[in-house]
């Protein structure tokens, strides 16, 4: 979750540890980010955080394979 900006810019969003803390309690084991949200946010460490601040790397995240970096 977040809020994009005209110019691709993934900005923080309000009530982020209440959504992060929901999204866990929902099963969610992955979670993609605003980076500043998910700085601040103490939940399950055993849900992997991702913190993006534009689309681009959104894309990458999505669609490169994990583990490593595409060729």
């Known amino acids: 979750f977040g809020e994009v900006g ?4 993934v ?7 209440a959504r992060l803390t929901e999204a866990q309690r929902l099963g969610f084991t992955r979670i ?9 946010w103490n939940g ?3 849900v992997e955080r991702i913190g ?7 894309s990458r995240v999505l669609f490169e394979p ?3 970096k595409g060729k």
């Open 11 to 17: 900005r923080r969003v309000s009530r982020a540890a």
């Open 66 to 68: 994990r583990g490593g």
């Open 52 to 58: 993006i601040s534009h689309v681009k790397e959104l």
């Open 44 to 46: 399950d460490p055993a």
């Open 32 to 40: 993609i980010a605003p980076r500043s949200n998910i700085e601040a």
């Open 6 to 9: 005209l110019a691709g810019e």
